[in-house]
């Protein structure tokens, strides 16, 4: 069956360093977005692909970066960790653009001491 | 920017109660989603509604879209255990801003 997974799951850092947060998918689908939740904020967009080599700041892209090499990956990088980025992170993709549904995958929990 | 409000943001309920959960945009949405997140998990995907006034059901849940289609609705009838969750609301605005705004959320509680 088709899914989408991330890594890790649980991931503790130190502030400065950076970080990677993997994202991967086998629904074939174009488009893909990363979300953090807060408590208080939902979730709150920080960058999407619409296809390979695409790539597209959201509501909180600052100190996020991402990158779009294949149709199934989109790695969320954090150049230099922050407490303020310690949040559960979702990966989602969807068919197409429009009316379509989004497909999350189960999370990251990242802690920046 | 496009803004999506909901209230409440927290709901306490005995089993057997109704529950609903309001949601409004501060712009004209193209459609909606509804999403449900249970403790611990992802957001899973409910149902879309793309025309105003529009309302669909899925056996206990009734799902509403505003006429002005800036607003739009979740109710529970008669919850249970299992309807524990936060559940979302995810506005779509037209033209150029084709990506999903997330509401608030409201966190249900329902106690046996």
Known sequence: ?113 | GQQVMQIPQYQHVQEGEDFTTYCNSSTTLSNIQWYKQRPGGHPVFLIQLVKSGEVKKQKRLTFQFGEAKKNSSLHITATQTTDVGTYFCAGRGGGATNKLIFGTGTLLAVQP
Not at chain 1, 23 to 35: E, R
Not at chain 1, 56 to 70: A, H, L, M, T
Not at chain 1, 85 to 113: H, K
């Open chain 1, 1 to 113: 069956d088709a899914e989408i997974t991330q890594s890790p799951r649980h991931k503790i850092t130190e502030t400065g360093r950076q970080v990677t947060l993997a994202c991967h998918q086998t629904w074939n689908h174009n488009n893909m977005f990363w979300y953090r939740q807060d408590l208080g904020h939902g979730l709150r967009l920080i960058h999407y692909s619409y296809g390979v080599q695409d790539t597209n700041k959201g509501e909180v892209s600052d100190g996020y970066s991402v990158s779009r090499s294949n149709t199934e990956d989109l790695p969320l990088t954090l150049e230099s960790a922050a407490s303020s980025q310690t949040s559960v992170y979702f990966c989602a993709s969807s068919e197409g653009q429009g009316t379509y549904e989004q497909y999350f995958g189960p999370g990251t929990r990242l802690t920046v001491t």
